[in-house]
């Protein structure tokens, strides 16, 4: 059983063997108010349909645990591995990622019983200690894709001229006939304040006790200069400020690649916005100036950073202030984070984790000593350390207990549809 970790308070209230029942379910849960036709949409080569993300973890553990764990475990469908192996090359060939939305058969339905065939079955594994490792890796790769499922269901909505709500708003009206009330998840945002540090050397990663993902570790020192972090994070507001400001169109505070970017896409906002709304799970609501921005690449996230006087942090100085700030006894509940089966949305706070992930200026590489897992598992994170950049903290569509300080997200600096804003930071 884990010390700690990205399942502490679930394990210590559940069990690990809950914990699996209650992610399972969460996952249904999340595609209850999906179609059959909302499930198999996929919007881009990057995105995948609802329905591929309930397959493709149940294929997890029927891959990783049942059929090489369990004795006399016999595949459900021998031919649906094809379909659902996402990346694993030492798992054979599989259907090409963008054809994903192709995938009108198997049904919805028939992806149900096999999630209920599997976890029946992985009730004989929840009880084998010599699992447990395994398992939770599997627990946390789900949740992993309880956020990809709302972001990628997100953006295939968003295709819709008429602006189909996932749920609807708390009275019961749809978002999509343009209501103006306010937001009732609107706060007034924190002013703006620094946590500084001194610098010095710092210990950053993982430190081996309770469960971490591979790229975490090896823990390790790295030497710091004095810096500020914002104690929240940039707005709707400023990044209007921002706009106004000419920031979509003046080279000089774009990378080159973030500036060959703009032109080429014709990017002007960040994405899902309008006028004075933006899109939602609820479909199209009025966009709120004191809540975190969301859905901006690396690129906008920089520019912004150089037109407000400031930079992006790098990972190591966000790690440093978040275990100055939760340790001993690291509180994974802080933030707005996912809960249950509700429309994930930021509201703005003070806290490290939760409403969006932010972006860093450290590339996404190995720390010393890193090296992959043996087996398939070690394809899980090590061979994508080339081109990418790392985010912290969590968002609101992250599930609760599913952040650390050691957490490395990592995305390509266009990838936007993620719920992905920035906090900034400055030398001192």
Request: proline share 7%; glycine share 8%.
């Amino acid at each position: 059983m884990p010390e700690a970790g990205i399942l502490a308070p679930a394990v210590r209230a559940f069990g690990l063997a809950e914990s699996y029942r209650r992610t399972r379910r969460l996952t249904e849960a999340l595609c209850a108010p999906l179609s059959e036709a909302d499930a198999t949409i996929q919007s881009m080569d990057d995105a995948s349909p609802a329905m591929w993300h309930l397959a493709h973890t149940t294929w997890f553990f029927e891959t990783f645990l049942l059929r090489d764990r369990l004795p006399g475990y016999r595949l459900h469908d021998e031919r649906w591995p094809f379909l659902f192996n996402s990346y694993y090359e030492s798992e054979g060939e599989r259907i090409a990622r963008p054809r994903r939305g192709m995938l009108s058969r198997p049904t919805v339905a028939e992806i149900r019983c096999w999630r209920d065939h599997v976890d029946t079955a992985m009730e004989q594994v929840l009880a084998d200690p010599a699992c447990a490792d395994l398992v939770e890796l599997g627990i946390a790769h789900e949740q992993q894709h309880q956020e990809l499922l709302l972001t990628d269901i997100k953006h295939a909505l968003f295709q819709n001229p008429l602006g189909p709500a996932m749920w609807a708003l708390r009275d019961g009206r749809s978002a999509s006939s343009k209501l103006k009330a306010e937001d009732p998840s609107r706060r007034t945002a924190a002013p703006e304040g620094w946590h500084s540090h001194p610098g010095g050397i710092a210990l950053v990663g993982h430190d081996g006790h309770g469960f971490a993902f591979d790229n975490e570790g090896p823990r390790h020192r790295v030497l710091l200069e004095p810096f500020a972090l914002s104690s929240r994070l940039v707005t709707n507001g400023e990044w209007d400020a921002f706009i106004a400001d000419g920031g979509y169109s003046t080279p000089s505070l774009w990378l080159s690649d973030g500036w060959s970017w703009v032109k080429a896409e014709g990017v002007s906002a960040p994405l899902y916005w309008r006028g004075g709304e933006h899109f939602t799970h609820q479909g199209w609501l009025p966009r709120d100036p004191e809540a975190p921005v969301t859905h901006i690449s690396y690129y906008e996230a920089d520019a912004f950073a150089t037109w407000a006087g400031a930079r992006l942090p790098t990972e190591f100085e966000w790690e440093a202030v978040a275990r100055g700030q939760t340790e001993p006894g690291f509180d994974a509940t802080a933030g707005n984070q996912l809960d249950d089966a509700g429309p994930p949305l930021p509201r703005g706070g003070s806290e490290l984790f939760g409403d969006c992930w932010q972006f860093t200026r450290s590339a996404y590489l190995p720390y010393p000593r890193f090296a992959p897992a043996a087996g398939a598992v070690g394809e899980y994170n090590g061979k994508f350390m080339s081109g990418q950049f790392v985010l912290k903290g969590a968002s609101c569509a992250t599930p609760r207990g599913h952040s650390r300080p050691s957490y490395r997200n990592f995305f390509y600096p266009h990838q936007r549809w993620q719920f992905t804003g920035l906090r900034l930071a400055r030398d001192i």
